[in-house]
T-cell receptor, first 115, second 117 residues
Framework: AQSVTQPDIHITVSEGASLELRCNYS??????LFWYVQSPGQGLQLLLKYFSGDTLVQGIKGFEAEFKRSQSSFNLRKPSVHWSDAAEYFCAVGARNNAGNMLTFGGGTRLMVKP | DAGVIQSPRHEVTEMGQEVTLRCKPI?????LFWYRQTMMRGLELLIY????????DSGMPEDRFSAKMPNASFSTLKIQPSEPRDSAVYFC???????????????FGPGTRLTVL
């Protein structure tokens, strides 16, 4: 079974600074990979996804993520953080061989942005 | 498209009462998921359906929880009797499962915040 680890529970960055949120997965083959964002009181919104091909994936709101097979990682990055990026971020893994679209989510990383 | 619709958005009830949460998936989607989110346990998958059929309910905490999907456009999650430890935000999500193709993203509803006193 697949699993996802987000090592950082909380991260605080200054507005305008760069951001990297870590995600490590465990799966026997190349998984489907997703990053979701959850603003306070809201549901989860997809930022980006990786299925195959180019390992650097561009998403919405200026985010990108890079799939590194050798490190079993799919870290999320943004070159310059805006105050509106303060939210909780979830990495998720989907297995290619499961019958449905079940995803396994990490524990989340809460991002706080300092003015 | 209106997205995934959940009702009610907030529910406050007393211990022992029956609670029914409702979800309308995105039209055309054939997979539906129920999640529970708490501070202590994070986001947990409770159950999911493909083509209205429950596929995996191993995440359902106990027999007090039940879920149904009578048709492609409606699902319910019922808790009977409810307990204070059931207090959480319950999310419904839907997706389009394409046979043989890459798995599509899940679209989440806004959630139902349940408080059991």
């Amino acid at each position: 079974a697949q699993s996802v680890t987000q090592p950082d529970i909380h991260i605080t960055v200054s507005e305008g600074a760069s951001l990297e949120l870590r995600c490590n997965y465990s799966y026997g083959a190349t998984p489907y990979l997703f990053w979701y964002v959850q603003s306070p009181g809201q549901g989860l919104q997809l930022l980006l996804k990786y299925f195959s091909g180019d390992t650097l994936v561009q998403g919405i709101k200026g985010f990108e993520a890079e799939f590194k097979r050798s490190q079993s990682s799919f870290n999320l990055r943004k070159p310059s953080v805006h105050w509106s990026d303060a939210a909780e971020y979830f990495c998720a893994v989907g297995a290619r061989n499961n019958a449905g679209n079940m995803l396994t989510f990490g524990g989340g990383t809460r991002l706080m942005v300092k003015p | 498209d209106a997205g995934v619709i959940q009702s009610p958005r907030h529910e406050v009830t007393e211990m022992g009462q029956e609670v029914t949460l409702r979800c309308k998936p995105i039209s055309g989607h054939n997979s539906l998921f129920w999640y529970r989110q708490t501070m202590m346990r994070g986001l947990e998958l409770l159950i999911y359906f493909n083509n209205n059929v429950p596929i995996d309910d191993s995440g359902m905490p106990e027999d007090r929880f039940s879920a149904k999907m009578p048709n492609a456009s409606f699902s319910t999650l019922k808790i009977q009797p409810s307990e204070p430890r059931d207090s959480a935000v319950y999310f419904c999500a839907s997706s389009l499962r394409a046979s043989g193709g890459p798995r599509d993203e899940q679209f989440f509803g806004p959630g139902t915040r349940l408080t059991v006193l």
